[in-house]
């Protein structure tokens, strides 16, 4: 069976590290190990998502970008981490 290599979301651009890291959901507190561009994506994801709430009240062109950013991510995790998708962000 082939690997996929993975493709970044074309609005994000992201400093992949070197490390894996461990993340726990905002929420309930489980944990997962992602590898370097999974940790990159996520964090973008969440930065997206608290900038989008702070514009949120004014509808603005932000806000729908980071509302794009947060959608693109969650679709990558879909593709290539599902896993971490249900434990993270669903």
Do not use: W
Not at 42 to 71: G, H, T
Request: charged residues 25%.
């Amino acid at each position: 069976m082939k690997k996929s290599v993975k493709k970044l979301p074309a609005n994000l651009k992201v400093s992949v590290g070197k490390k894996e890291e461990t993340h726990a959901n905002r929420f309930t507190g489980e944990e997962i190990i992602l590898d370097p561009m999974d940790a990159a994506v996520y964090k973008a994801v969440m930065l997206a998502d608290y900038l989008a709430s702070m514009f949120a009240d004014c509808y603005s062109v932000e806000a729908q970008n980071c509302y794009d950013i947060v959608r693109s991510g969650n679709s990558y995790f879909r593709r290539y981490n599902a896993k971490a998708y249900m434990v993270l962000l669903d």
